[in-house]
T-cell receptor
Framework: DVKVTQSSRYLVKRTGEKVFLECVQD?????MFWYRQDPGLGLRLIYF???????EKGDIPEGYSVSREKKERFSLILESASTNQTSMYLC????????????FGSGTQLSVL | AQSVSQHNHHVILSEAASLELGCNYS??????LFWYVQYPGQHLQLLLK??????LVKGIKGFEAEFIKSKFSFNLRKPSVQWSDTAEYFC?????????????FGTGTQLKVEL
């Protein structure tokens, strides 16, 4: 079974802090994604990556950046956390063929105070 | 740009009732369509998908969905729901022209099945 592991299940940070959310997948997937999930808004794509050192903006990239130095690891960075970034963050991975199937991590609930 | 609308935000049903959750998408070209489900405390997982061919697709746990191209719809159905179907359901679309592997999700429908 594919495993997508997010380093923290719950995280509490203060406004202005730099926050790193880590995601690791163990199935050699080329594609990796970061979504945020908010009640009533569903899942919204922040950034995605098709390959190492490659990144593309999703629908809501403002206030975020990403890093993909190794194929298995995709990091989401909040340069200066704000309260409106309090959310559930979901990492996912997939094979490159036409979004065959996304495998999701269990999520990181981030609270910014 | 591609987008997805799920009109029912909360649905409450009794066990054995029939279910239909609406999903409409906006995209001018060929699409792949998906339903994902998130059971309480669990990961999002794929329920079913449509790529091409028979517009009626069957997924896990007795769910099915019908792609109606003329209506830009991909509604999810189940003839008789069970208490264990309580979950949040997300419709998603992948536009194949320029959308690449980017999935756009709807806002989700929270289904509660009562005994």
């Amino acid at each position: 079974d594919v495993k997508v592991t997010q380093s923290s299940r719950y995280l509490v940070k203060r406004t202005g802090e730099k926050v790193f959310l880590e995601c690791v997948q163990d199935m050699d997937h080329e594609n990796m994604f970061w979504y945020r999930q908010d009640p009533g808004l569903g899942l919204r794509l922040i950034y995605f990556s098709y390959d190492v050192k490659m990144k593309e903006k999703g629908d809501i990239p403002e206030g975020y950046s990403v890093s993909r130095e190794k194929k298995e690891r995709f990091s989401l960075i909040l340069e200066s956390a704000s309260t409106n970034q309090t959310s559930m963050y979901l990492c996912a991975s997939s094979l490159p063929q036409a979004a065959e199937k996304l495998f999701f991590g269990s999520g990181t609930q981030l609270s910014v105070l | 740009a591609q987008s997805v609308s799920q009109h029912n935000h909360h649905v409450i049903l009794s066990e054995a009732a029939s279910l239909e959750l609406g999903c409409n998408y906006s995209y001018g070209g060929t699409v792949n369509l998906f339903w994902y489900v998130q059971y309480p405390g669990q990961h999002l997982q794929l329920l079913l998908k449509y790529f091409s061919g028979d517009p009626l697709v069957k997924g896990i746990k007795g769910f099915e969905a019908e792609f109606i191209k003329s209506k830009f719809s991909f509604n999810l159905r189940k003839p008789s729901v069970q208490w264990s179907d309580t979950a949040e359901y997300f419709c998603a679309v992948n536009g194949l022209t320029g959308g690449g592997n980017k999935l756009t999700f709807g806002t989700g429908t929270q289904l509660k099945v009562e005994l």
